[in-house]
């Protein structure tokens, strides 16, 4: 609507005033546009849309107000200050954050920021943060907000402050720095999580005594707090002191799963600048106790395969043999995004991996298998025809032939012809199903499979290949269009009776 009113040249203060007593949505949309349409009737219009008995009316006419203040005469700028009294929070602030970012404002209305950060509502007084944050450079003479909405009885607006302090850091004297270190000890963990993170991201700045506060945060009772720390301390290494970088040691011994778990991924990213020692972590931690401690090990030596001695690649050779089958599946992960690069001991992986006692493993073979075709010998290629034959991974043949197709020599392809005979009713549906989502890059050999399975002995087969059809129907040439369209019309009819 807004879009419509501000594009037409012929709009008159006639048309406006009969929008505007619309319903609300249309009258919101008037006030969103009367701003920028330079016509007398719009001035009026914004007085009376600003006593609006719907609050997201009121609104729109305080972002208009403020977005246009510079250019509207003085009563529709002074609705800024009425406003900023509204009974609604998110018409109080509109207003002034829209002016705020748009314009110079004197300081009557600029100063309703020190109002608005004594308001009621916490949202509010979050947003008057925020927008100090947002134009740090142009409100310096409302920096001092900061150390009062930093003692804020709302966590959110202690963490907005954290935020803005932490996003400036490097332009801010020694009063805001201690001021967003005494959050280190904040009785919300969420504001203590932004202090890990940003001091994190201004090491580079630090004293020491502000980089030793990592000790404490590493040390913190929750969680969530405690989760940041290994990434900061690998990722500033070198910044940081000895003291300091041997928390990693701490960490890994962590009794949370999660904490130990979140040491791996710094450790491989920062393998190459880390002392012996701290490498050897990984060595540990390829045995934690819990298994999704062992499966971020396998990730991680898959995403940073290249860079590790193979003493730590090796690994993968113990991992391969866990006992959880979600470690396994990780490092078949690993082996298919590393396949290209790794040495045929590692490849071999695959093979082993193909005969897994878990299901979901050998459909991970699948998919690498298909997505790297292309670059594999015959021996691994052959792992689809044998994965084919079996019944719980045949879906999943399905599936990778028909996805990949283009990358797949003939006997390959046929591979699809062969399960649309399988003797299970699931697979041959998950056939009809693949070949409806891929029906544009297939042969119409393969394409006529559909129209057979919509006549499978199996209901379910039909009614898979009908469905997908039907839920693709547009995609298919008229000719199949009718056959299908004749078939859902008997299925419904069916239904009916």
């Not at 009908?466 to 299925?491: A, C, D, G």
């Amino acid at each position: 609507m807004e879009l419509s009113l501000w594009r037409n040249p012929d709009l008159s203060g006639k048309v406006l005033l009969k929008l505007a007593q619309e319903d609300a949505p249309v009258r919101k949309s008037v006030a969103e546009a009367v701003g920028r349409i330079d016509l007398p009737e719009c001035r009026n219009l914004l007085m009376r849309l600003s006593e609006d008995e719907d609050s997201s009316v009121r609104q729109a006419v305080a972002m208009t107000v403020g977005e246009h203040f510079g250019g509207l005469p003085e009563e529709c700028q002074r609705l800024l200050l009425t406003f900023a009294e509204d009974e609604n929070s998110a018409v109080r602030w509109s207003g002034i954050a829209s002016a705020i970012t748009c314009n110079e404002l004197p300081d009557t209305y600029r100063n309703l920021l020190r109002v608005l950060a004594q308001d009621e509502n916490p949202d509010v007084r979050k947003n008057v943060a925020r927008t100090v944050g947002e134009n740090f450079s142009r409100l310096p003479e409302y920096w001092n907000l900061l150390p009062e909405l930093a003692r804020d009885e709302d966590w959110g607006v202690r963490d907005e402050v954290a935020t803005v302090i932490g996003d400036n850091f490097s332009v801010l004297s020694e009063e805001y720095r201690k001021l967003f270190f005494s959050f280190v000890k904040d009785r919300s963990p969420l504001v203590r999580c932004s202090v890990s993170y940003y001091l994190g991201y201004n090491m580079g700045i630090l004293s020491e005594e502000y980089k030793r506060l990592v000790m404490v945060l590493a040390r913190d009772a929750e969680v969530i707090v405690r989760e940041y720390i290994p990434s900061l301390i690998a990722a500033n290494f070198e910044r940081l002191p000895e003291e300091c970088r041997k928390l990693l040691f701490v960490l890994a011994e962590d009794e949370e799963w999660l904490i130990r778990a979140d040491v791996v991924p710094p450790l491989g990213k920062a393998f190459e600048k880390l002392p012996e020692e701290y490498r050897r972590l990984l060595i540990t931690l390829a045995v934690d106790e819990d298994e999704f401690v062992r499966e971020k090990m396998a990730y991680t030596i898959g995403y940073n395969f290249e860079k590790l001695p193979d003493e730590y690649r090796k690994i993968l050779f113990t991992l391969v043999r866990d006992k959880d089958s979600s470690v396994r599946g990780a490092v078949a992960r690993s082996v298919g995004y590393n396949f290209k690069k790794m040495p045929e001991e590692y490849r071999r992986l695959l093979i082993l991996l193909a005969q897994d006692g878990n299901c979901d493993v050998r459909r991970d073979v699948v998919n690498i298998v298909g997505k790297s075709f292309g670059e594999l010998s015959e021996e691994y290629r052959e792992l689809l025809f044998k994965l084919a034959r079996d019944k719980d991974t045949a879906g999943a043949v399905a599936r990778t032939v028909s996805d990949h197709f283009a990358l797949l020599t003939g006997e390959y392809r046929r591979i699809l012809l062969m399960l649309a005979c399988d003797e299970d009713g699931h697979v041959r549906g998950q056939v009809a199903e693949t070949l409806g989502q891929n029906f544009g890059k297939l042969p119409e050999e393969y394409r006529k499979l559909l129209v057979t399975l919509s006549r499978d002995e199996d209901e379910y087969v039909r009614e898979k290949a009908i469905e997908t059809v039907s839920n693709n129907l547009e995609r298919f040439p008229p000719e199949y269009q009718r056959i299908f369209e004749l078939k859902m019309y008997r299925k419904e009819k069916r239904e009916r009776e």
